[in-house]
Structure formats: C-alpha cells, structure tokens
C-alpha cells in the first residue's frame, strides 16, 4: 500500500495556480465581452446621435457636381457599399435632388451664383437632361451667373453646360458629340452554334424585344420606328444647344459629320475647335478657372486659389430642415426599373412592393392625390397587370392618381399608366411599345452534343412540356402563342377604356411600335406634357389643394438597412481602415456597360412561368 500524502501535497500548488490562472482567464473574458458590449452600445448611440451639420458661409456659389447615371430612384445598394462607404461620389445621382436644389438656390439670398462641374457624370437620357435644364433655366432666371466647367465634356454633360452664361473647357480637353444611335447585338446565329433552341412567340409586327434571340440583324420594321423616333430625340439635342449656345441651325450636325476637316484645319487640337466652333467661351486649366471664378464668388477660407462653393449634396442637406410642412400632402411613387413579381428592392418594380406602397397611401389620410413617376422599360406582363389593378382601386377610393412618365414608359410601363387619372409625359420621355411576346429556351441539343439525353413518361401530353431539357412541343408552342395573343387583345381593350377609344385604333399604334412623348400626345396615349413638379401642381389642382407638401411614398427599409445607412452617412465610416472598403468597378464602367449585351442580361429575367412578357428592348433612352 502507498502512501499518497506526499504526492498530495505536491499537486496542490500547481493546482492552485492553474486554478488562479483559470480564474483570471475566465474574469478578463468576461471583461472584454462586457468591454465590448459597452463600445458596441456607444457605437451605436455615436451613429444614431443626430449631428448639427457645419453652418454654411454668408455667401458662397452653389456647386452643382452630378455623378454617375441621373436616375428617378437609386437603386437599393449592397450591405457593404452601405457599411463600407469611403466618401466617394455615389454612382447615381437622383434628378429630383438637383431640381429641388435649383428651385430653391434662386431664391436664397446666400447663393450669389451657380459652377456647374460636369466631369463626374456619366449620362441619363435627354428627357432627364431636359427636367435638369428648365430647373436650370428657372435658375438663371433669377439674375445669379452660371458657368459651366470641364476637363472634357461628353455629349451629355454638354447638353447641361449649354444651359451656363459661359462654358470653360480645359486646354487639354475636347467636346465629344456623335449623336445618337440604337445599336444591338444579335445572337441566332451564336444560339444555333451552341444547340439553344429558343422559341419565341409575340404580338405585334413592332414587337423587337425579341429579336436578338431569333435574327442576325434589326427587322425592316423595328428600323423603321427606331429611325423615327430616335430622329425626334436628336432633333430635340440640336435645336435646343444651337438656341442655347445662339448658334445657326444645322451647326451641331456640321460640327459632328466634318470632325475630321475641321479638326485637321484646328492644327489637331480639339479644345481650340471647339472655342473656334462656338461650342465653349474659354480654355482654360484647373488653376485658371479657379482664378476666374474667385472674383465672382470669393475664394475658400484657408485656400485663396480656389473658388468658394457649396456642394448640392451639402446644401440640400442644410435646406431640407427649413422647408415648410403641411399638413395635406401629395404622395409621389416612383415606379423605376423593370417589372417583376413579388418583392423588389429600390431600382425594380415589383408587384408585391408596389401594392403595398399603392395601399399604405390608401391609408393615409394626409395624401389627398398621388404622383407615380414611371421610368421603366416594362418586363413581366402579370406583374404589371396586378400593379394597375391597385392603381385602379386606389382611384376608386377617392385619391387622383396622376401618372408622370420619365425617360421611357413602354410596355409594362405603359401598362401601369393605363390605371391613372391622367398620363403625363415629357417631349423626349419613350412611351408606346404596346405589345406582347414570349420567350422559352430549351437545350436538348446543346446536351445531346455532350452526351447527355432526357426520357422518361408522363401521365398526359402535357407533362414535363416546359423542362429546358426537352424540346417543345407544337402543342405547347400553341398554347404560349395563344396566350402571348390573349394578353395582347386584354393590352388593347384596357388601353382602349382607359382613352376613350376603342381596340382598333389602339392597334394601329401599337404592335410593339415606340413613340416620343410629343407623338404620343397626337396619337392620344398621353393627356398632357410636362415634368414632375408640373404633374404635382396638376395633381393638386385634382385635389382641391393650394398649399400642401409633397410626401415621397417609399418602400419601408428593414432595421438592417436602417442601421447601414445612418452608418454609410456617420462620422464613424470614416474611421474604418481603408482596405476595409469594398472595391468595386468605377461608376463610368458599370454605366458604361455596353448596351449590345443587353439582351444576354435580359436572359435572367425570362423567369415568368406564364412566359408572358410586356417588355421593350428598344428603349434605352440616349
């Protein structure tokens, strides 16, 4: 027998200092756990804390610096551009924030003049350019200078400088104008070569949508309406910067086609064609436009080379806590994106999200009338016709639904519009493209190259008709056309009801077929031209309201999304580390994208199991 007492009394110091190291371990997790429960809460607090926004000097020129696309609606952005914001200009810029800021510039007594810095933005379509340039105009109206600057100006940045008193263009720079032109790339020819069959079926002659999966090349009839109402749009460009810019008709497109010769006779520099051409009023560098501007609005404290100017995104922001409420309001929707089923983020239109925004203004006894700003190509059939089925109910409650149509609302677009008091438009907005089609790739052929075969049975004709693994059958090609027909007659007939005609004459400006927003007036599909605050004063004019507020309708943001955005806009995104941020593609790049790949993106959104679609390719507004 051992004795253990020894051993004993050996093990109980290491005991008690593992014991005592345990213990420590265990109260400083504690600790830190609680530590940073505590720094979580103030962080939290620190976000949410409102903050006085720094005061703005007495005086000072208003900075007017769009980036990215002009857009009705920003599109709903990623949790991480939110968390991870760095500050940099945002890759959309939404037209009702420069109009606002313009509208009440010209009366603020502090903003002695306008800079408009135009190298940030990449495009929007002239019907957007046009709702900037009357605000601009109003603007001038108001006796304060305008001047336009730019490294170089694309042909939409040019369009807005030509609304300034002087343009200055840098000595190194050029103004680039083309014109305007549709262009798309086919692919029949591609899908035979990798064993896609895809079927297509439509309703209307003018119905293109789907032509880049069935054709190498543009029909004579889609050539024939694009030319048309593209010749509108470009008219619309060149008259308005030749009046602008007092320049004598038909000096755009001399500039454009003689590009070569003129610039030849310039010596090769392009800036200096410009000023020559009367296109700009100075060439200057950075440093010497500061200068420039610096007599006309003071220099910035603490830096006497650089104008003093206020950015619109600052000023809005200041403004904003000023602007008068009341208590009637108008509600206004912006229906922007395609046309989906179900629940869709900012930048799409879903059936779901737009019914319940329709009916939360139902229950709202403040709106007395709503505005829904449409600015969409169209896309699903059955989702648009749900969204116009609220429109209509809304009507029915008592509220004016007017309709305000922005760069295009075509197709499902239209349809939407059909619901509404009154259809609205501007000169250059793409409307029409009343029409229907279906589309159903099947790849039995692309897998029987790679040796792989689908057999099986089914318990009728039907079953499994529509796998993309099998061809399709007359059969069911049958009923897809008929039903592609049978939407196409419902188009017509609520189109029809809703202007006062009847199915006939609306066929005869159908088909698929695109219209401007001034033919669309002489072939009645729309009641009234003007922009968005012009629909909005109309819409109070319905309601009986001389003094009343306008009241965004938005879809309600998750907690989540809350959170993200009071973080994106704190001073607390500042102190991430950089290399936290998420790098993405420069804004020019994404809204470059090339507008000939178009149809392959258009491919993920052929995912209606009606296979139905009211959608058109067509309208992508220069």
């Known amino acids: 027998m051992y004795d253990h007492t020894p051993k004993q009394r050996q093990r109980g110091p290491i005991r008690r200092l593992f014991g005592a190291i345990g213990r420590t371990i265990t109260w400083l997790r504690i600790a830190l756990a609680n530590l940073l429960f505590i720094a979580l809460i103030l962080f939290v607090v620190l976000v949410l804390m409102p903050r006085a926004p720094e005061p703005l000097p007495d005086s000072f020129a208003l900075t007017l610096a769009p980036s990215g696309m002009l857009v009705d609606q920003r599109r709903q952005p990623t949790p991480m551009e939110l968390l991870f914001d760095d500050g940099s200009p945002p890759p959309e810029t939404q037209v009702s924030d420069l109009v606002d800021t313009l509208h009440y510039a010209a009366e603020d007594e502090r903003v002695t003049g306008l800079v408009m810095e135009l190298d940030g933005l990449a495009g929007g379509g002239i019907s957007k350019l046009e709702e900037v340039g009357r605000a601009l105009v109003a603007f001038r109206e108001s006796g304060k200078p305008v001047v336009a600057v730019g490294t170089n100006f694309s042909q939409q940045q040019y369009y807005l400088a030509s609304y300034a008193d002087e343009i200055y263009l840098h000595d190194m720079g050029m103004v680039l ?3 305007y032109g549709a262009y ?3 692919f029949k020819s591609a899908l035979d070569k990798l064993h896609i069959n895809f079927h297509t079926f439509q309703s209307g002659a003018y119905k293109s949508a789907i032509e880049p999966f069935s054709r190498d090349d543009m029909s004579d009839e889609a050539r024939a309406n694009t030319s048309q109402w593209l010749n509108e749009l470009w008219g619309v460009y060149t008259s308005r910067v030749e009046s602008l810019r007092n320049l004598p008709t038909g000096a755009i497109d001399d500039y454009i086609n003689n590009l070569d010769q003129k610039l030849r006779a310039s010596g090769g ?13 100075g060439l200057s560098d950075h440093r010497d436009i500061h200068d420039q501007l610096i007599p006309l609005f003071g220099a910035t404290s603490g830096d006497a080379h650089r104008y003093r100017g206020i950015n619109h995104r600052r000023y809005l922001a200041d403004i904003q806590p000023f602007i008068p409420r009341h208590s009637d309001q108008i509600g206004v929707l912006v229906a922007s994106g395609r046309i989906m089923d179900g629940y869709q983020g900012d930048g799409q239109i879903g059936s779901a999200t737009m019914a319940e925004q329709l009916r939360s203004v139902a229950e709202n006894p403040n709106i007395k009338a709503l505005v829904i700003r449409v600015d969409s190509p169209g896309g699903s059939a059955f989702a648009s016709e749900v969204i116009r ?5 809304l009507r029915a409650s008592g509220i004016p ?8 609302a075509a197709s499902g677009g239209y349809w939407i519009a059909a619901g509404a008091d009154e259809i609205w438009a501007t000169p250059t907005t793409l409307t ?3 029409g229907v089609f279906g589309a159903i790739p099947t790849f039995e052929d692309s897998l029987e190259h790679l040796g ?6 089914g318990s009728t004709a039907l079953a499994g008709a529509t796998r993309l693994d099998r061809p399709l059958s007359p059969q069911m090609r049958d009923i897809i056309q008929l039903g592609v027909d049978d939407i196409y007659q419902r188009f017509l007939v609520l189109v029809a009801e809703a202007r006062g005609t009847t199915p006939e004459a609306v066929h005869e400006v159908a088909q698929g077929q695109v219209w401007t927003g001034a033919s669309a007036l002489e072939l009645g599909l729309v009641d009234r031209l003007g922009d968005l605050n012009e629909v909005i004063a109309a819409a109070a004019e319905h309601a009986g309201l001389e003094h009343y507020s306008v009241e965004p309708v938005s879809r309600p943001m998750s907690a989540r999304e809350m959170l993200l ?3 994106s806009g704190s001073s607390v995104g500042a102190l991430l580390p950089e290399r936290w941020l998420l790098n993405l593609a420069p804004p020019e790049w994404r809204s470059g994208l090339d507008a000939g790949l178009e149809p392959l993106l258009m491919l993920r959104e052929f995912n209606d199991p009606r296979a139905t679609y009211a959608r058109c390719l067509n309208c992508t507004a220069p």
Request: aromatic share 4%; net charge negative; no cysteine.
């Open 452 to 457: 792989i075969y689908t057999d099986g049975v």
């Open 177 to 179: 104008l083309t014109g």
């Open 389 to 393: 089925a609220e429109v209509e109910t």
């Open 184 to 186: 798309s790339s086919y």
């Open 565 to 567: 955005s009071r973080l």
């Open 401 to 408: 639904v007017l309709v305000s149509m922005g760069s295009m």
């Open 269 to 281: 520099s392009s800036a200096r064609l410009a000023l020559e051409s009367g296109l700009v009023d």
């Open 432 to 434: 029409g493209s009343i």
